[in-house]
């Protein structure tokens, strides 16, 4: 970390934009990073950001590698919101592959999301190969006659929601529990895991990677938005997950490291059908304090 005094107009700005506080303002009136504080920077970028005379260097960061000019068109509300209505869930797909250039579009905009600790604990994987994709279908399938059979059982029941948490176990109980009792992941009635998507994101990462949960599900998000931006439809699918991670043949069949745990994943193709109306919700209960 330095600061090139040659450069550097003492604004300052940076001293109050780091959210670490690591810059100061020694004797001289110099701008200076804190030696005690240096190794708890964020790699955020703020401080280079918004410094107009490219003084400031952040570790192996670079303004010609790490940064660009911020575009100066945007959208305004009103766009952003009718661009949210627009957005619904797709569960049924045009039997056609998606451009390797709009995925990758996708993966560029996942690029921008923000970070809890560290900007690099995600892994993506992005499955497109039909044929892999079929022959990890029996045994995601597999998984939730198992899970039917195992949800039975009291005390495998007691262990789930223990090891899951209150949460995870009631989404199972009341939310995917009576789909299973219908055969509903069943494939002799229909493919109801991956819905015949043509493409897969799988957002993955090492268990003990800090935030990586709160990180996964953000950058879901942003690929989610992404792909409707694109004329694609998209919808998360929490049903892969689980199935890979207990199985080691799932993560063989996707390349993901045997140790890494599956988060969320994202199916993606070209919409079937065309919706006409946007669904309103008032779901949320909001307290203003």
Known sequence: ?????????????????????????????????????????????????????????????????????????????????????????????????????????????????????????????????????????PLMSKFYDDLKKWFKNPIIRHFIKKQEGIETFNTIKNHLMPMVNLNHYNLKNYNAITRNAPAIFIFHAKPEAEEHTEDAHICNTIAMLSAHSAGLGATIIGLIGPAVNKFTELKKLFKIPEKNKV???????????KYLYSVKRHRQKVLWV
């Open 1 to 137: 970390m330095k600061i090139d005094y040659q450069k550097c107009k003492s604004c300052r700005i940076c001293v109050n934009v780091c959210p670490s506080k690591i810059l100061a303002v020694n004797e001289n009136k110099q701008t200076y990073f804190k030696e005690e504080r240096k190794h708890i920077c964020l790699e955020c970028g703020h401080c280079m950001a918004v410094c107009s005379t490219q003084a400031i260097t952040i570790n192996s960061m670079t303004y010609e590698n790490d940064f660009e000019l911020l575009p100066e068109n945007t959208i305004n509300y009103s766009q952003f919101y009718d661009f949210l209505k627009t957005r619904r869930s797709v569960r049924e797909f045009r039997n056609k592959p998606v451009e390797k250039e709009k995925l990758q579009q996708i993966i560029e905009s996942i690029y921008t999301a923000p970070f809890g600790a560290k900007n690099d604990e995600i892994l993506i994987s992005v499955i497109t190969d039909k044929e892999i994709i079929e022959k990890s279908l």
């Open 263 to 273: 988060i969320t994943s994202l199916i993606v193709g070209y919409p079937k059908f």
